[in-house]
T-cell receptor, first 111, second 116 residues
Framework: LAKTTQPISMDSYEGQEVNITCSHN???????ITWYQQFPSQGPRFIIQ???TKVTNEVASLFIPADRKSSTLSLPRVSLSDTAVYYC????????????FGAGTTVTVRA | ETGVTQTPRHLVMGMTNKKSLKCEQH?????MYWYKQSAKKPLELMFV???????ENNSVPSRFSPECPNSSHLFLHLHTLQPEDSALYLC???????????????FGPGTRLTVL
């Protein structure tokens, strides 16, 4: 299973763009990259998933370079409500339910 | 609203009580999970069920007993818990498509458990 490394915390201000980079040097060919968001006292919520290049949805963008050894979650123009923990997971098959959510990145948005 | 519901949302119990947590998913998924999240700690995977068969038990104490009567329902039976078992208990489900994509999990809102 591919191990991921992401920063413990990041601070930002309202209206700014937040970029969180996740390293996954031993990503396998079939692995996808998935990001979850968790607010306090709630379950994690799927944000975005990608395999290569760039993926964009109404919430975020995911940038994946050609070597796929890292990925960057981009949150455009954050607001106070984007304060949460963000988790990066890498996996490709059913057996990857054993993936650890890890400590994630705590993003704090200030006014 | 993720399509996964959990009841109760809050539970306070004594160490000698027996209680059950309930999870229901309305997504047609084939796999269900129980996680524990203690304060300021990462999620800990407790149990995994695939098509009502338990496929993972991460060395969880026997005072936690899961039950999966069908693919839509999952229970966690609790008895003689300890104060350190106080935590947020999260249920999740996933489609288990068998396709080479990450099996995205959909989480419920959790049950906040306090053991006195």
């Amino acid at each position: 299973l591919a191990k991921t490394t992401q920063p413990i915390s990041m601070d930002s201000y309202e209206g700014q763009e937040v970029n969180i980079t996740c390293s996954h040097n031993n990503i396998a060919t079939n692995d996808y990259i998935t990001w979850y968001q968790q607010f306090p006292s709630q379950g994690p919520r799927f944000i975005i998933q990608g395999y290569k290049t760039k993926v964009t949805n109404e919430v975020a963008s995911l940038f994946i370079p050609a070597d796929r050894k890292s990925s960057t979650l981009s949150l455009p123009r954050v607001s106070l409500s984007d304060t949460a923990v963000y988790y990066c997971l890498v996996g490709g098959t059913w057996g990857d339910y054993k993936l650890s959510f890890g400590a994630g990145t705590t993003v704090t948005v200030r006014a | 609203e993720t399509g996964v519901t959990q009841t109760p949302r809050h539970l306070v119990m004594g160490m000698t009580n027996k209680k059950s947590l309930k999870c229901e998913q309305h997504l047609g998924h084939n796999a269900m999970y129980w996680y524990k999240q203690s304060a300021k700690k990462p999620l800990e995977l407790m149990f995994v069920y695939s098509l009502e068969e338990r496929v993972e038990n991460n060395s969880v104490p026997s005072r936690f007993s899961p039950e999966c009567p069908n693919s839509s329902h999952l229970f966690l039976h609790l008895h003689t818990l300890q104060p350190e078992d106080s935590a947020l208990y999260l249920c999740a489900s996933s489609p288990k498509t068998g396709q080479p994509t990450t099996d995205t999990q959909y989480f419920g809102p959790g049950t906040r458990l306090t053991v006195l």
